[in-house]
């Protein structure tokens, strides 16, 4: 586990999670000591630990730290040693995944971001993540079955292609609907699977087809 130094304003965040719910405290240390003002542009950089999503180019945004938060302290609860995550973004949620969880996977469908990230974790030494540019709709059946998977854009329908990479007693923590978004858990048994609703959420499209 790479080990980072904390500052006053992550600390400061990290206590306004606590406030919102969050207990689980590796996924509290992790936020803490991960710099997240470089997985934005320089100009936001001193935003960087309010609880705020922030714009990153392209029309996408790096998620809400309290989201991060919630969507990773759900995965925990489980047993998870692979995950594979839809929606690399800025790296940031990828970054957290990869000090917590031995292996992680994460699809990209712009170029330019994935590229972005892929340098980041670089230059933070997290060295045991896997990217790839591609259709997250598709998930990334060459390394299924995965333990976890974490969707960080909004599907129209849960993507059939994601439950089918799920591992046996797998969790997929994944936003669903368009206007309106609900956050899922889902798990698979065999062939049986369960749903949980956790609450209203707010995410960029889980967007179809062309791969930019
Ligand atoms: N975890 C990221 C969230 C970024 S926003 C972060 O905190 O920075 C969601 C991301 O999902 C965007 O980068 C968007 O390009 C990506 N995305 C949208 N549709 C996708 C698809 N079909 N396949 C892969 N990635 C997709």
């Known amino acids: 586990m790479t080990a980072f130094s904390s500052s006053g304003p992550a600390r400061r965040l990290v206590s ?5 719910g969050i207990t689980n405290t590796d996924v509290l240390s992790v936020i803490e000591t991960t710099p997240r003002q470089l997985f934005m542009p320089e100009s936001l ?14 029309g996408q945004t790096i998620s809400q730290p309290l989201m991060v938060a919630t969507m990773t302290q759900l995965l925990m609860q489980h047993e998870c040693k692979s995950v594979l995550e839809i929606g690399t973004g800025s790296g940031y949620q990828t970054a957290i995944l990869a000090q917590l ?9 712009i170029a330019q971001l994935q590229y972005q990230a892929k340098r980041r974790l670089r230059n933070l030494d997290l060295h045991n993540v896997s990217m790839r540019h591609g259709d997250g709709w598709e998930g ?18 849960i993507p059939q292609a994601l439950v089918e990479q799920l591992a046996d007693g797998g969790v997929m923590i994944i ?31 889980l967007v179809k087809g062309e791969l930019l």
């Open 16 to 20: 306004v999670l606590r406030q919102a």
């Open 140 to 157: 990334w059946r060459s390394k299924a079955p995965f333990d976890g998977i974490i969707v960080t854009a909004a599907a129209a329908q």
């Open 101 to 109: 969880i031995d292996k992680v996977f994460s699809v990209e469908r």
């Open 45 to 58: 950089a001193h935003k960087a630990y309010e609880n705020t999503a922030l714009p990153i180019g392209n």
């Open 175 to 205: 936003p669903v609907g368009e206007q309106q978004q609900t956050l899922v858990v889902l798990r698979r048994f065999g062939e049986q699977i369960e749903q949980q609703r956790i609450g209203d959420v707010r995410f960029v499209p």
